[in-house]
């Protein structure tokens, strides 16, 4: 196989599932759903709790878990919604809302379901398929029936649409040991529906042009047999599309995979690509267009059984059984190669590179172009031109090109070249330019426009600019497409798009000049220039810095205040602190131009930060007071305006009454002084509300003083009436009290002392006594309200005012009545006058007060009339009735009767009342009120216990008599003997008695019990005699208390339960009584249970069932025999009774003695009884254990229910192996029966029986066991078996490690080879055994299957084996081409070939590491180090490679090298080059070097050729030197050499007149009067003729120097000439233009229309005369032209 570089695929293992924490097992179709690359959801249980795990593809690491009951979940390929199905029962969950947005519940069975969109689930049910939408409330939409062929088929894909138009569910079946496939194709549109063999399919949308219509495709796989297809076709398409022609293509299966077939599908929409994978984990790439087979091979070793489409590698993604989740996309580096290449395949591969812009076929589309191009197919190498990928032919390049070659057709070969590419693409920013120019200048703009609108020409400045001056709206469009903001902002300025302006800025980005801008339009349009600066300051940071007081100066300077002032107002709406400025500055505004729109602006409170004082002042001398009171601070400032302007100049109380909550307390309360001072008149009414309104922050305190300094008691009362109501302070209330005291207000006196709870009461009630107010009735409610009635009684009393008591309790509150009687009582008041209040307030007066009242007077009977009257009344309440009671038991008045037959007093009450006068009377009492503890107190003090001991029986609480009968109780005794002489008697009820009885047994009294029962039940002619329940307790006290009764009482008594008795008895070891006690009722089971099991009597045990000879009987004895160990005696028992239901315990009890054979016989007979499981294995099992082989054999042979696993596991544990043979293979369990026959040492047997079970760990044990025993071909048939499962490849080995038996284990691995289970593990390792212990095999090895190893694992072998080439050849196929060579160069002698060394080093990927091989071939191979060089010139840096070969001295060496790459102009190149040149003395290729590869230090070599001895070589110096501009440097070199025209040559190229001048003298000097004449004209422009005649005339030689001068008199002569004729036409010019500005001149005093006076410059004094400097000016332009 290839390496993975050049693989056409990108495959890449993303994680794996398990390295999360989900387990293995939890990893298959039925518990792992992925519906697209961003979710894998996950059904596991852990910990006994079913959870959902939910892991985001893109950040694995942190994967969510839930727990979830649900069956099945599915997770939205899109959003966070999830769905849950239970059963039936679907559910579809918000995880980011955490919250259920749907529910349904399905009446038929779901079998499949699937997300089909982002909105809709797809249900696959036993007859139907559905639709059900998340959104809404609607339940699931039948689509269609389930065809007949799907029954019996597992679901295993539903595909839909992209229009949502087809269906297909895909169904596969097992048919023999083929797996079929079953496809349903169901039309939404038609409601048909077709039936279609196949495994997997997909709907696939594909436009043959990018951006054209699509066709509509359905694409399916299928295998039946050896058959296997691909088909796509085609089920719709777009208007405008071409139809596509159906394909049809054969899948192919490898031989070592005939059970393979298609599980998956899916179209990556990129490439146009189908992914096929099968269920081998083969992945197959199928070309959508063509069909054709672009790739196939093994990705996975296990099923890859759910996939999905990858975005981000446009490929897909797959998780197989192991849990690995895969994604497998197109390598874009190397598909294109691959199908060029590997499939042969050159138009396919032209047209992936041009559709989708892959690399890989540059070439061919270069050469092609080339090919056309040179044939003179201008249109076909045009269009491959368009398609070339990546437009590497679309350059300036090939448009010169086209503009050269001639026209077809006469149509310019460029024209045909645009028009292909405008038809095919768009154009890019050269090719526009190119285009667009001829247009522009032909005037065509409309081609433009449309080309524009059509997307077909890329924008570029340039291109807006070419625009402009003809077409500024189309300018102002391409300015926009290419984002060149300024432009885009100036094109809307010039246009007037103010608004646009600003959205265009913020759209963009940009920040323009926008003062300049404003400035602009503030005078032609004010209100555009304010809505401007608006938006600008609105635009917050995204329209730049831009400081708002400039804005403000741009209006300001125009005089703009309105504009100014709206958008100041606008700007100041935040009301933010750093805008203060500002405020003022619009307040100031404001004021002086338009004080009316300052008081609105202030009224409206929209400015809150500016200078407060400034603006006050102002507003104050505008008339604005309110405004300035607003804003001043001072409150002398205040003051002033309030004492000197009328209250109603400022606005009444509607301005001042809010405007004093904004001072301060302080300057309130004073101010508020100086109004009362100044006015108190007119200032009262205003100050009073100011007071009312403020009362709490000023302090009702403070103003009541304010009010009282200035003597104002209206003010007072009216601002205290306002507050009171509100207030809860006691001076305000009793200021109030006062104040409407004073002014005469009873009735708000009244009102207060009644409603109010907050005045002072012992303050006012003084202030009223003392004010003696013509009504009392102020004092009664305060006095009653505050319980002062005792002092109020004592004060009315005093002064005679018994009206007001009278009116007091009748009117105001009968409830005090009690307190006033006792006080008039205390003031011995006439009893007549009491009694009379008394009767007078009759049932209004609380009774229980007036008696508690009255009776702690001792003056009870003074009330007993009116408790008579009540009573008689049908009064019910306990109070009069105690009362009454009282009175009759202190006058003797039939007390006794009334106690008894009275229902309304309290017993308690009148009892303690009793107790000292009547005890009897108190128990009377106590007895009607059930009051437990005080009768039982009164009796014992009065020693009255048979009235205690009638009371208990009576009352029957079993808590009472627990309380009396308790030890520390000294009346106890009396109080027993009380109750069994007097208080149980035949007339008392039975359960009054037992509750007695029972009391005696809590409280632990055995001896008196047992008295009392005896009197009770012993007694004959008792009513209780033969009561059950009593004799029972009889005996079971007599066996707490006195067992030496108990015998007697078990014969003499024949109704007591005797169960109960004879368990009792166990319980105290009276064995002999109780079984007294089951035998007299015949309760033999029971009675020979005694014997047996508690008095060990076994032999009497048998005589007694021998004597009832009862199967309970027998079978009870056999149970004690068993406990007792004697197994034989109770089988026997067991047989006689004939009973098995005990077999579990005779089971147990004969396993654990051994007694197999006595087991047996009772199994026996249990069999006939019972088909228990339980029997038949337990007999299988003692056959076994009694070696009666025979009889096991023809048990298990018959029908039996025996669990012969269990036995054969028994057996095989304790060492019955010949037994467990018997089992083992009567069950067929080949596994256990082949570990069974290595313990009996059956060696083939056991192999035999091992390749029936086919168990792992089965093999394993036979393995391990022929291994010990040396029997490798047995060992061997079992190792093939466990080698192909890799996680267990690693122990085998070890195994035969340890043993030394290696060529066994080699042999092993190699023999598995062949097997189509054959995994990576086995290859791998091999060759690590080969490394070991065979290492003349490895290298073959690796060659051979260096596709099937884990190459790093391998490589670490080796290493550590010190296999260097097989190292290298290891890391070269692994891509590690940086380690081979390392490898090679460390290890030389073994592992380096110059061949394989030149094949990797090319793919190294460290440039380090080709240096390292420079170094290394300088020291080892010389001779090679060119060649090498030449192969990784791309990879090193020349100057790089100089410096090592420099360093190591081998510069001449790598010369060839040096030389065939100094084409690529490198400086250190050349300067190695130059230098070997210099060495070699070889001048002519050193001249040739400098002049075509100019990158080198020229003045360092120009400085070691001026030394050269070589003349040659001081010439290139000299050429170095001028070519650097050093003239002077070159010049002299040349003249000391003697090169003459070497030095004119380098005179004429510096341009420099003074070198030629002193190369004159030299020449002059010397004598050389050829070489002087020769430097005239080679530097005719530098030299002076002054300068040329006068060396010349002094040295004589004007014959050299002649022709020099008639040169230069030419051309001055010809000057003149021009200049002549120049200055002619110009006076010519000057003359027309005279004689229209005198035209004009004439025109204009006339009043005619005509053209406006001209001017040039130049022009000036009197019209139409140009002065002197006209024509110098004029001369000097042409002179300077010429």
């Not at 209330?733 to 708000?748: D, F, G, P």
């Not at 009334?898 to 009892?911: A, D, M, R």
């Amino acid at each position: 196989m290839a390496a993975t570089s050049e693989l056409p695929i990108a495959f890449q293992e993303l994680f794996k599932l398990t390295a999360l924490g989900i387990k293995e097992e939890s990893i298959s179709f039925d518990t792992v759903t992925l519906e697209s690359d961003k979710y894998i959801c996950v059904r596991e249980t852990v910990g006994g709790k079913a959870q959902v795990v939910m892991v985001d593809v893109n950040a694995p690491k942190t994967p969510q878990r839930i727990n979830m009951l649900a069956t099945a979940v599915l997770m939205n390929p899109e959003v966070k919604v999830l769905a849950l199905r239970a059963e039936n029962q679907l559910q579809i969950f918000n995880l980011d809302m955490k919250s259920m947005m749907k529910e349904y519940t399905m009446t038929e069975d779901v079998q499949f379901w699937k997300w089909v969109d982002v909105k809709n689930l797809a249900i696959v049910t036993s007859s139907s398929v559905y639709h059900w939408s998340m959104e809404g409330t609607s339940a699931p939409v039948k689509i269609c029936d389930r065809i007949p062929e799907l029954v019996g088929t597992q679901i295993i894909s539903y595909r839909m649409s992209g229009d949502g138009k087809w269906t297909a569910v895909v169904g596969i079946s097992l048919s023999g040991s083929q797996v079929v496939g079953t496809m349903q194709l169901y039309s939404l549109e038609r409601q048909q529906v077709q039936h279609i063999p196949g495994h997997a399919c997909a709907f696939f949308d594909f436009a043959a042009e990018a951006g054209g219509p699509k066709n509509n495709l359905f694409v399916f796989a299928s295998r039946n047999g050896d058959d296997s297809k691909l088909n796509i076709v085609e089920i719709g398409r777009e208007e405008g599309a071409t139809a596509y022609a159906k394909k049809t293509v054969n899948v192919f299966f490898p031989p070592e995979a005939a059970a393979d077939f298609p599980v998956s599908m899916q179209v990556s929409p990129k490439y146009n690509t189908v992914f096929l994978v099968t269920k081998f984990g083969y992945i197959h790439l199928y070309d959508i267009e063509s069909g054709t087979c672009l790739y196939m091979n093994r990705i996975s070793g296990e099923t890859i059984f759910v996939t999905a489409l990858h975005a981000a590698t446009d490929g897909i993604i797959g998780i197989n059984k192991k849990g690995q989740v895969l994604t497998v996309g197109v390598n874009p580096d190397t598909i294109v190669p691959y199908i060029q290449q590997t499939l042969g395949n050159v138009p396919l591969a032209v047209k992936w590179a041009s559709r989708y812009s892959l690399p890989g076929a540059d070439d061919l589309f270069k050469a092609q172009f080339q090919r056309l191009f040179a044939a003179g197919d201008v249109a076909g190498a045009a269009r491959i031109a368009a398609q070339s990928p990546r437009g590497i032919l679309r350059t300036p390049e090939t448009i010169a090109l086209f503009q050269k070659a001639p026209p077809v057709n006469n149509v310019p070969a460029i024209l045909q070249y645009f028009n292909v590419l405008l038809e095919t693409t768009k154009l890019n920013a050269y090719e526009t330019m190119q285009l667009a120019r001829p247009v522009v200048a032909q005037g065509k703009m409309q081609l433009l426009e449309q080309w524009l609108t059509e997307d077909k020409l890329e924008c570029s400045e340039e291109l807006g600019d070419l625009f402009k001056a003809s077409n500024p709206k189309l300018a102002l469009s391409v300015y926009l497409r290419a984002e060149v903001s300024p432009k885009v902002v100036q094109c809307l300025a010039e246009t007037g798009q103010f608004d646009n302006i600003v959205v265009y800025a913020q759209r963009a980005n940009y920040t323009p000049d926008w003062i300049s801008i404003l400035g602009s339009i503030a005078l032609s349009n004010p209100d555009a220039a304010k809505d401007l600066a608006l938006r600008i300051v609105q635009g917050g940071e995204a329209m730049g810095s831009v400081d708002v007081s400039a804005i403000v100066d741009v209006f300001a300077r125009c005089n703009l205040i309105q504009q100014a002032t709206g958008f100041l107002l606008e700007v100041l709406k935040p009301d933010r602190e750093e805008d203060a400025a500002l405020q003022t500055r619009l307040l100031e505004m404001s004021l002086v131009a338009a004080p009316q729109v300052a008081d609105a602006i202030l009224g409206n409170d929209m400015l809150s930060h500016y200078n407060r004082q400034r603006v006050a002042e102002l507003c104050e001398k505008t008339g604005l007071f309110q405004r300035a009171l607003e804003n001043y601070s001072d409150i002398a400032d205040i003051t002033r305006i309030l004492t000197s302007v009328p209250p109603a100049n400022l606005g009444g109380a509607d301005f001042l009454v809010p405007y004093f909550g904004k001072i301060s307390i302080e300057g309130a309360l004073a101010a508020l002084d100086q109004m009362l001072a100044a006015n108190l008149r007119q200032n009262l009414q205003v100050v009073i509300q100011i007071a009312t309104k403020y009362s709490e922050p000023f302090t009702p305190q403070e103003l009541i003083a304010l009010f009282e300094k200035h003597k104002s008691v209206e003010g007072l009362f009216f601002y205290l009436g306002s507050i009171v109501n509100f207030s809860q302070d006691p001076d305000v209330h009793y200021k109030y009290i006062e104040a409407a005291s004073k002014a005469n207000q009873l009735q708000e006196v009244t009102r207060i002392c009644r409603d109010s709870n907050c005045y002072d009461p012992e303050r006012t009630k003084n202030f009223l006594k003392e004010a003696q107010l013509p009504d009392q009735l102020p004092l009664i409610i305060v006095c009653d309200r505050f319980d002062f009635v005792d002092e109020l009684t004592r004060y009315l009393y005093a002064n005679n005012m018994m009206k007001y008591i009278e009116i007091y309790i009748r009117q105001v509150n009968a409830l005090r009545a009690p307190l006033v009687i006792g006080t008039l009582l205390d003031l011995d008041a006439n009893e007549d006058t009491v009694r009379e209040l008394v009767l007078l307030v009759k049932d209004a007066c609380p009774a229980q007060e007036l008696i508690d009242e009255v009776e702690k007077r001792s003056r009870l009977k003074l009330l007993r009339p009116w408790l008579e009257e009540r009573a008689g009344a049908g009064a019910t309440d306990a109070a009069t009735f105690n009362a009454l009671a009282k009175i009759y038991v202190e006058t003797s008045n039939s007390p006794e009767e009334f106690l008894k037959t009275n229902e309304f007093y309290e017993p308690l009450v009148v009892g303690k009342f009793c107790e000292k006068r009547e005890p009897l009377l108190a128990v009377v009492a106590y007895t009607k009120g059930t009051c437990d503890a005080e009768l039982i107190a009164v009796t014992n003090e009065n020693s009255l216990y048979k009235d205690q001991a009638r009371y208990l029986v009576a009352r029957a609480d079993a808590d009472l008599w627990a309380t009396v009968l308790v030890a520390d109780n000294e009346h106890r005794r009396e109080l027993i003997d009380a109750v069994v002489q007097s208080a149980l008697t035949t007339k008392t009820e039975p359960e009054k008695v037992s509750v007695a009885v029972k009391a005696f047994m809590d409280a632990e009294l055995p001896n008196e019990l047992i008295e009392l029962l005896e009197k009770i039940v012993l007694d004959d002619s008792g009513r209780f005699a033969g009561n059950r329940n009593l004799q029972t307790l009889l005996i079971i006290t007599a066996v707490k208390a006195d067992t030496s009764r108990v015998r007697e009482y078990i014969e003499r008594l024949d109704k007591f339960v005797p169960v109960q008795i004879a368990n009792i008895c166990i319980g105290a070891e009276l064995y002999e009584e109780a079984f007294l006690a089951f035998a007299k009722f015949d309760l033999n089971v029971e009675a020979v249970d005694v014997l047996g099991n508690y008095l060990k009597d076994l032999e009497r045990a048998t005589d007694f069932a021998k004597k009832v000879d009862m199967p309970e009987v027998w079978s009870s004895l056999a149970e004690s025999q068993l406990t007792a160990g004697d197994i034989a005696a109770g089988v026997d028992a067991y047989i006689k009774a004939d009973d098995a239901s005990k077999y579990d315990v005779v089971i147990t009890a004969a396993n654990e003695a051994g007694a197999f054979a006595d087991l047996v016989r009772f199994l026996q007979m249990a069999r006939k009884k019972l088909r228990e499981t339980a029997i038949e294995t337990e007999l299988c099992y003692a056959y076994a254990r009694t070696e009666q082989l025979s009889d096991l054999e023809d048990f298990i042979n018959g029908p039996h229910g025996a669990q012969i696993l269990n036995v054969g596991e028994r057996c095989f544990g304790e060492g019955l192996y010949a037994a467990a043979k018997i089992l083992f293979n009567n069950i067929s369990n080949y596994a256990r029966l082949a570990t069974t026959l290595v313990r009996l040492g059956e060696y083939q047997a056991a192999v035999d029986a091992a390749s029936k079970a086919n168990n792992i760990q089965t093999w394993k044990e036979v393995n391990a066991a022929c291994v010990e025993q040396e029997k490798f071909r047995l060992a061997r048939i079992c190792g093939l078996h466990i080698i192909v499962n890799a996680e267990e490849l690693d122990s085998l080995i070890r195994f035969y490690e340890a043993r030394g038996h290696f060529d066994e284990i080699i042999a092993l691995i190699e023999g598995g080879l062949g097997d189509e289970r054959a995994h990576t593990g086995m290859f791998t390792e091999l060759a690590i055994l080969y490394s070991k212990y065979q290492r003349e095999s490895l290298l073959e090895h690796l060659k051979m299957f260096r596709a099937k190893i884990n190459v790093p694992k391998v490589l670490r072998a080796c290493e550590v084996a010190h296999m260097w080439p097989e190292m290298v050849f290891l890391c070269v196929h692994y891509d590690e081409h940086d380690r081979a060579i390392e490898i090679m160069i460390e290890h030389s002698a073994l592992a380096w070939e110059h061949v394989k060394f030149k094949d990797v080093i090319i793919n190294v990927k460290s440039a380090n590491v080709a240096y390292r091989a420079v170094s290394f071939y300088i020291d080892e191979q010389p001779m090679l180090l060119v060649d090498l060089l030449h192969t990784i010139t791309a990879k090193v840096d020349p100057a790089r490679v100089v410096g090592i070969a420099r360093k190591r001295s081998v510069l001449a060496l790598i010369k060839p090298w040096l030389l065939d790459i100094q084409t690529v102009n490198n400086a250190a190149v050349n300067e190695a080059v130059n230098e070997l040149f210099i060495e070699e003395e070889d001048f002519a290729a050193l001249r040739e070097s400098i002049e075509s590869h100019d990158a080198f230090d020229a003045l360092e070599l120009a400085v070691r050729c001026e030394k050269h001895e070589l003349l040659e070589f001081r010439r290139i110096a000299a050429l170095l030197y001028k070519s650097n501009g050093r003239w002077q440097q070159s010049l002299e070199l040349s003249k000391s050499d003697g090169l003459f025209k070497d030095a004119m040559v380098t005179v004429a190229d510096s341009g420099e007149p003074e070198l030629a001048e002193d190369l004159l003298r030299f020449f002059v000097a010397e004598g050389n009067h050829e070489c002087f004449a020769a430097a005239l004209f080679t530097c005719y422009d530098l030299v002076k003729p002054d300068v040329v005649l006068e060396l010349a005339w002094r040295n004589r030689i004007m014959d050299y120097m002649m022709p020099y001068m008639v040169q230069v008199t030419k051309d001055y002569t010809s000057k003149v000439d021009q200049l002549v004729a120049a200055n002619s036409r110009r006076e010519a010019v000057e003359a027309e233009q005279e004689a229209a500005s005198a035209e004009v001149g004439v025109n204009m005093m006339m009043g005619t229309d005509g053209p406006a006076l001209l001017t040039y410059p130049g022009a000036g004094g009197a019209a139409g005369a140009a002065p002197m400097g006209g024509v110098m000016n004029a001369g000097n332009y042409f002179v300077n032209t010429l």
